[in-house]
């Protein structure tokens, strides 16, 4: 059974403009995300205590850390892996960005290799408009950086319309019943030089 979801039109801090969301999700389900999202573990080896390495910068290759994860809860279908830039302290009227928007991974692989999309996942739209990982702060700044994961009980089947904006501020922020059931997220500084 094919079940649409409304489109849910957002003025969410992160993007600063209205965003239009337009999914749908394949077969059945109950139709209301649950109220507590679960945990999920994630790790990187590439992440040294909480400072990320150049590498994984523009000042480097700029391309994704490794990211692993464990206690994906049974159901998961599929899940979306998102950096989040956070805006610098003390920054008035500043919203997060995202910097990276994977889609579609398949929760058994366990892990998502560094400079690597795997099989089946798709790029969305970062807050650039662009569909690629890059992590490139202005210089002399400092900036944190979330790597969040996010499970998704349903496959999802996205239009051209979707951004990874709009889908991280529905599965992270947006109303209870499109939220993620599970979650998790790490995080990293980089200061750029």
């Known amino acids: ?35 507590t999202t679960a945990r999920i573990q994630i790790s990187s080896s590439a992440i040294e205590g909480t400072t990320l390495p150049a590498h994984f910068t523009c000042d480097g290759a700029n391309v994704n ?13 599929e899940l979306a892996l998102f950096a989040v830039g956070k805006p610098p302290a003390g920054s008035a009227n500043a919203s997060s960005t995202i910097e990276w928007a ?4 398949n929760p058994s692989l ?36 979330a ?3 996010y499970a998704l009980p349903e496959h999802v089947t996205v239009t051209a319309q979707i951004s990874g904006v709009a889908l991280y501020h529905n599965l992270a922020e947006g109303k209870p019943e499109f939220r993620a059931p599970a979650a998790g997220a790490i995080t990293a500084s980089y200061t750029r030089k």
């Open 102 to 105: 994977l889609a579609g991974i």
């Open 1 to 35: 059974m094919q079940r649409p979801l409304k489109a849910i039109r957002s003025t969410a801090s992160i993007s600063g403009a209205v965003l239009a969301l337009g999914i749908a999700l394949a077969g059945c389900g109950s139709g209301s995300a649950a109220k």
């Open 110 to 145: 366990g892990e998502v290799k560094a400079g690597k999309k795997p099989a089946g996942a798709f790029l969305e739209e970062a807050s650039d408009g662009k569909r690629h990982y890059s992590i490139c702060p202005p210089k002399g700044q400092t900036r944190l950086y």
């Open 65 to 77: 850390p490794p990211i692993k994860w464990s206690g994906v809860p049974s159901g998961t279908k």
């Open 147 to 149: 790597f969040a994961l």
